[in-house]
C-alpha cells in the first residue's frame, strides 16, 4: 500500500514543457467522463504519474491530471478554499439542482451542517431496521426463485433495491401515500434506466412537485416520521435559527435519491460479481455473518461489527469506485508539488486509475480485502483511497 511494497519503475520522468506546463501527451484531448478519456487515462495515468498536463482545443486552460495523495490532498483539504467545482458538475446540476454535491463555498458549508446532524450513528441506527426488513424481503424472493430454478438480473435487482432504500429512508410511510396517489413508483425509471441525459433531467425534476406535495402535507399536518425527509425540515441554522427553503429541500432529496441509489446499488452490483469470481472471499464472508449475526434478529451493532464485511465492501470500492472521475477548477494560482497552477486551471482526480497505481498499491488488480486490515497492513494513506 506504500511505494515501498511495489517492485516496479514507476512512471517515466519526462522534461517539463513550453510555459512551464508538466509533461502530459502530445495529442489534444477534452477530458470528460466518457469511454476515450477512460481509455486515455488508461494509458496517461501509468505513464506520467503524480501529474501531468492534457491540453484541449475545447477548454482554453489547460487540465492537470493528479495522481499523488499529497497532491489530491491539497486540492481537496488544505487548500480547497482555492478550488471550485469543476467542468462535468453542470449536467450534475441540471438533475439535481443546486445540492450538497454542487454547491460551493458558503452554501455548501451551509448545507453541509443543516445536514450533517441528521446522519448521526444513532439516526442510521434507525434508519436500518427497515432496511434491514427490505434485505430480507429480497431473500425471501431470491430463495423462491432458487427453489424454482429461475434467474435473476443482479443489477437489475440492486438497483432496485438501492432505490427503495433510499425512498424509504427520506419517506417512510409517506413513500405508500405517494404509491396509492401515483398508481405506482413515480421513481422508479431511475432503476430500470441507467441513462442520465437530459432527458432524464427532465423528467426527474418534474417530479418536484410529489416530493413538494409531501412536503406541505407534513407542514400542513404537524406529522413528522422519523426518516430523512424530516431531519431536512427540522434542520436549523444555529446562528440565525432559519431552516431550508422549498428549494432547498427540494435539491438535497433530489441528490439523496440519486447520489444515495447509485452508488449503493453499483457498489453492491460488484460486490457479487468480486464474491462470485472469488469463492474463498465469499466462504469466509458468509463464516463471519454466521458468527457475528445468526438469524434474521441481528442489531445494527452487531452488523457494524462485522469487520470482514467492511473489508470486503472497501476493496470492492478501490476497484470500482462509484465515482471513475471529478474535476475541480483553480480560483486563484497555486503551486502543486514543483508546478504552477494557473487560476482557471482545469484539476482532474481519478479514482479508478489512482486505485490502481502500484507506486500506492501492493498487486493493485488482486482482490484482496484483507489489504484494509490495519492489523496486517499500514493504515492505508486516505488521500489514495478516494471512492466518492
Known amino acids: 500500500m506504500h511505494s515501498g511494497e511495489t517492485k516496479t519503475s514507476g512512471p517515466v520522468r519526462e522534461a517539463a514543457r513550453p510555459g512551464g506546463l508538466p509533461p502530459g501527451p502530445d495529442e489534444l484531448h477534452t477530458l470528460r467522463p466518457d469511454r476515450a478519456t477512460f481509455d486515455a487515462l488508461a494509458r496517461w495515468v501509468p505513464r506520467y504519474g503524480d501529474i501531468f498536463c492534457v491540453l484541449s482545443r475545447e477548454r482554453r486552460d489547460p487540465s492537470y491530471v493528479l495522481s499523488s495523495p499529497e497532491l489530491i490532498k ?51 441506527a434507525r434508519l436500518a431496521e427497515p432496511m434491514r426488513a427490505m434485505n430480507l424481503a429480497l431473500r425471501a424472493r431470491w430463495e423462491q426463485l432458487a427453489t424454482t430454478g429461475g434467474t435473476l438480473d443482479v443489477t437489475t435487482a440492486m438497483s432496485e433495491l438501492g432505490l427503495e432504500v433510499i425512498l424509504r429512508s427520506i419517506f417512510s410511510s409517506d413513500l405508500d401515500r405517494i404509491l396509492d396517489r401515483e398508481g405506482g413508483n413515480p421513481f422508479a425509471f431511475l432503476a430500470e434506466d441507467a441513462t442520465r441525459d437530459l432527458g432524464t433531467a427532465v423528467r426527474f425534476r418534474n417530479l418536484a412537485r410529489v416530493v413538494l406535495g409531501v412536503v406541505a402535507d407534513r407542514r400542513a399536518s404537524g406529522e413528522r416520521p422519523f426518516d430523512l425527509l424530516t431531519v431536512l425540515m427540522d434542520a436549523r441554522d444555529r446562528r440565525t435559527g432559519a431552516g431550508m427553503s422549498d428549494k432547498e429541500l427540494l435539491d438535497e432529496v433530489n441528490t439523496l435519491i440519486i447520489a444515495g441509489h447509485e452508488t449503493s446499488a453499483g457498489t453492491l452490483n460488484w ?13 469466509r464472508l458468509l463464516a463471519e455473518i454466521a458468527a457475528v449475526a445468526p438469524g434474521d434478529d441481528f442489531s445494527f451493532d452487531q452488523l457494524m461489527g462485522l469487520g470482514y464485511a467492511n473489508r470486503v465492501l472497501r476493496e470492492t470500492l478501490r476497484l470500482y469506485p462509484p465515482v471513475w472521475l471529478f474535476s475541480r477548477r483553480a480560483v486563484r494560482p497555486d503551486r502543486l508539488g514543483s508546478w504552477d497552477i494557473p487560476a482557471g486551471a482545469h484539476l482532474f482526480i481519478a479514482p479508478y486509475f489512482l486505485h490502481r497505481r502500484p507506486e500506492l498499491w501492493s498487486d493493485p488488480e488482486r482482490f484482496d480485502p484483507d489489504r484494509f486490515d490495519e492489523s496486517r497492513h499500514p493504515e492505508v494513506d486516505r488521500y489514495a483511497f478516494i471512492p466518492f
Not at 486540492?75 to 449536467?91: D, I, Q, R, S, W
Not at 441540471?94 to 443543516?114: A, C, F, H, P
Not at 460486490?271 to 466462504?283: Q, T
Open 74 to 124: 491539497q486540492v481537496l483539504l488544505t487548500n480547497h478554499e482555492n478550488y471550485a467545482k469543476g467542468v462535468g458538475f453542470e449536467l450534475v446540476k441540471m438533475l439535481l439542482g443546486n445540492g450538497i454535491i454542487v454547491s460551493d463555498g458558503d452554501e455548501w458549508r451551509r448545507q453541509r451542517t443543516l445536514m450533517q446532524p441528521g446522519f448521526s450513528r444513532s439516526n442510521v
Open 271 to 283: 460486490a457479487w460479481y468480486l464474491l462470485d469470481r472469488h469463492p474463498e472471499v465469499e466462504a
